[in-house]
């Protein structure tokens, strides 16, 4: 029996040098690494071969309606750019971040584009768009009994929206389209049976104005899209290069920018008009390593030198 016991416990302990034996065999070698991975979040672009997304500034819509309130043309313009953010294809920049006082180059009932293009470059804008509500007319088509009364209207209107490109100070776009829409909202009381109130009705002048500009959306796509991208150097500290645009404006991780010092505007002899601006000097290219803030990208030096602020950056 102690030889039988003996042999099983020498026989286990064979089967578990065994073991670890073969567990060695297969375990990695010190020393091997794995692939390195990097994030890129879901807000860069899905295929490296697309283009990062346009820097564009939708200014403040003009209504021509000097009877209705601000809430009118301010729902239409949320509307509007809601629409531009449902294509991915734009980052929408804030009013805020333009330099000077917007209403300042607002001059005989429209904005001086061509002269806030300039600045817009600057920005590395791509584009500033301008809308306008030209007309809005409303019309019961039913009211029900009682206090408070939920109302049928039909309301149309006419809008107009201009875009100019920051890299030319050239209008590229200009529409002007209708349209038209059915729908019901509550009113109080007497005010139910005043047309006027439902020409200024939110929700009503969100609906109409955003079928008016939902035709405009695919030809400001297609025009902005004929503009080349561009970003703009923030800062030069040491070896890094700090970019005014990144995830959010779609750059990736490992993308080959160059870098070129601003351009020169030239102007046609006789008539004196801006022809465009000439590309400046290469200064050579940085790659994209990080992001920063919002929508910032952290860079090195891929080849060259002297880069500075303002500096322009296309993709290599």
């Known amino acids: 029996m102690r030889a039988t016991n003996s042999s099983i416990v020498i026989a286990i302990s064979m089967l578990a040098l065994t073991s670890l034996s073969a567990c060695s065999i297969i375990s990695p070698r010190s020393g091997s690494s794995k692939p390195e991975i990097r994030d890129v979040p879901f807000q860069a672009r899905d295929r490296s071969e697309l283009t990062p997304r346009k820097r564009v500034m939708v200014l403040p819509f003009i209504d021509n309606g000097t009877q209705r309130t601000d809430k009118a043309k301010t729902a239409a313009r949320d509307a509007f750019i809601r629409a531009l953010r449902k294509t991915d294809d734009f980052v929408i920049v804030a009013n805020t971040d333009f330099p000077k006082d917007i209403a300042t180059y607002l001059k005989n009932g429209e904005y001086d584009l061509e002269s806030m293009a300039k600045i817009g470059s600057g920005m590395g804008l791509n584009a500033i768009l301008e809308g306008r509500i030209i007309e ?11 206090l408070v009364r939920q ?4 309301i149309d209107a006419t809008v107009q929206l201009r875009m100019v490109s920051t890299s030319n100070n050239h209008i590229v776009m200009n529409e002007t389209r209708q349209a038209s829409v059915e729908d019901g909202t509550t009113r109080i009381a007497e005010r139910a049976f005043s047309d006027r109130f439902l020409e200024e009705d939110p929700y009503l002048i969100e609906q109409v104005i955003t079928e008016a500009f939902k035709t405009t959306i695919p030809k400001i796509v297609q025009n902005v899209d004929k503009l080349t991208w561009q970003g703009r150097v923030a800062l030069v500290k040491g070896e890094r290069i700090y970019l005014n645009a990144g995830r959010l404006s779609g750059l990736q991780i490992g993308d080959i920018l160059k870098v070129t010092e601003e351009g020169e505007d030239v102007y046609d002899p006789d008539s004196g008009a801006l022809v465009g601006r000439v590309p400046g000097r290469l200064k050579g290219t940085v790659e994209v390593v990080s992001y920063f803030g919002k929508d910032g990208a952290v860079s090195i030096v891929h080849s060259g030198s002297g880069f500075r602020e303002n500096d322009h950056v296309e993709l290599y």
């Not at 809005?136 to 009682?146: F, H, L, M, N, P």
């Not at 109302?151 to 039909?154: G, M, N, P, Y």
């Open 136 to 146: 809005v007319r409303a019309k019961r088509i039913g009211d029900a009994v009682g």
């Open 151 to 154: 109302v049928r209207a039909k």
